[in-house]
Structures are given as structure tokens and as C-alpha cells.
């Protein structure tokens, strides 16, 4: 697979409102970015907040943007937030460094795009997200520190 598809996006979406189902998250927002920090889909749950869609988009649109899952982002913004800072500023406060942005690789480790999730807790937000990744049969990437 070179890219993900409106089809693919969908889906993943699909899996990550099913994997809050199961784990009784808050109402979630999913944003499906491609590799080019493009939105492709974005569902919100009934009762999600204001915020939400943005946020999603943020953390998906930060990790394509660096090329590392936002949880990486986050300890980047505790340990360096004047380069966060500085990256809001250049994407014009486009950036979320909060768990839940994770990038969509292939079988091959290529970057395809990123899912972004929003609504519950950043931890949770990533699970689902990961979980939907998988879920279609491709590789996620957290920026999990091993």
C-alpha cells in the first residue's frame, strides 16, 4: 500500500470508536491524516466537546509533521518548550504534544499518515488509536520509548 484511502481512513476510524466502545471512553473524535498532513476523515461522537476535531487534528498533524508519534511530542514539550513553542508558531498553533497522535505505517515501515484521537485521557486516546492502526493490519507508531 502507497497510500491510505478514503476506504482505509474509514475504517480506521470505525475500529477506534469500536475500541472506545469497549473501553467506555468519553466521546471520541478521530482525525485521519495522509503523509502529507492532510485530512482525509474526521468522525466525532455524539457529546464530544468543542475542541475536539482541532485537537485531533493536532496531534495526527504533529506527528506527520515531526515524524514521530505525539507522545514523543509531549516529552519534547516538557523537556524542550521553547522548541515547542517555536513549532506552534511555524504551524500556526497546529500542533498537539499529547498522547493519541500515532503515525500509520505499511509492512515496510513507510509513513502513510497519522490518526489523531481525542475525548478521553491522552493514554486512552493512544489505545484506541493504536488498537484501530492494528486493527486494519498495519503498524503503529506511538513513539513508545522502548
Not at 505525539?70 to 498522547?99: C, E, H, K, M
Amino acid at each position: 500500500m502507497s497510500a491510505l484511502t478514503l476506504k482505509i481512513a474509514t475504517q480506521l476510524t470505525s475500529h477506534a470508536l469500536s475500541a472506545g466502545r469497549t473501553l467506555c471512553t468519553a466521546p471520541l473524535t478521530i482525525a485521519v491524516l495522509d503523509s502529507g498532513g492532510h485530512l482525509i476523515t474526521l468522525q466525532r461522537e455524539d457529546g464530544a466537546s468543542l475542541l475536539r476535531p482541532q485537537i485531533a487534528v493536532g496531534k495526527a498533524w504533529g506527528a506527520i509533521a515531526l515524524g514521530k508519534g505525539s507522545r514523543l511530542l509531549a516529552l519534547d514539550a516538557q523537556q524542550r518548550p521553547a522548541f515547542i513553542a517555536a513549532l506552534n508558531s511555524l504551524g500556526q498553533g497546529s500542533v498537539v504534544p499529547a498522547p493519541g497522535g500515532v503515525l500509520i505505517r505499511d509492512q515496510q515501515g513507510v509513513v502513510l499518515g497519522a490518526i489523531g484521537i481525542s475525548g478521553d485521557t491522552s493514554d486512552i486516546d493512544e489505545q484506541c488509536a493504536i488498537t484501530a492502526i492494528e486493527g486494519v493490519g498495519l503498524m503503529a507508531d506511538a513513539g513508545v520509548l522502548a
